[in-house]
Nanobody, 123 residues
Framework: QVQLVESGGGLVQAGDSLRLSCAAS????????MGWFRQAPGKEREFVAA????????YYADSVKGRFTISRDNAKNTVYLQMNSLKPEDTAVYYC????????????????WGQGTQVTVSS
């Protein structure tokens, strides 16, 4: 089992930045690829970003490419999502997730999920 706890969400204005963190405990964190997903009210959960277990490979949704950066610190068992130039359409609950093997943008590939952290961007 891997337990994931997100933090860092909040209410910000358009154009502001936030950094989300996801702290992992349980099995060796460094053996898991990690992903960030988000779910807005009335919408399905969607892929945001993913990172390989080494941190050398990253993927991004087109909607966040160039604005968001995913990174990880395996010594701290933590994955981050730096979000810059936030837009109202980025408003959602953000979840981190873990999977064995390669990083992926598919919800169904991820086995362990956090409880989510709310990000609200006002215009």
């Amino acid at each position: 089992q891997v337990q994931l706890v997100e933090s860092g969400g909040g209410l910000v204005q358009a154009g502001d930045s936030l950094r989300l963190s996801c702290a992992a405990s349980g099995r060796p964190f460094s053996s898991y690829a990690m992903g960030w997903f988000r779910q807005a009210p009335g919408k399905e959960r969607e892929f945001v970003a993913a990172i390989s277990w080494t941190g050398s490979i990253t993927y991004y949704a087109d909607s966040v490419k160039g604005r968001f950066t995913i990174s990880r610190d395996n010594a701290k068992n933590t994955v981050y999502l730096q979000m810059n130039s936030l837009k109202p359409e980025d408003t959602a609950v953000y979840y981190c997730a873990a999977k064995k093997g390669s990083a992926s943008g598919q919800n169904s590939d991820y086995v362990f999920w956090g409880q989510g952290t709310q990000v609200t961007v006002s215009s």
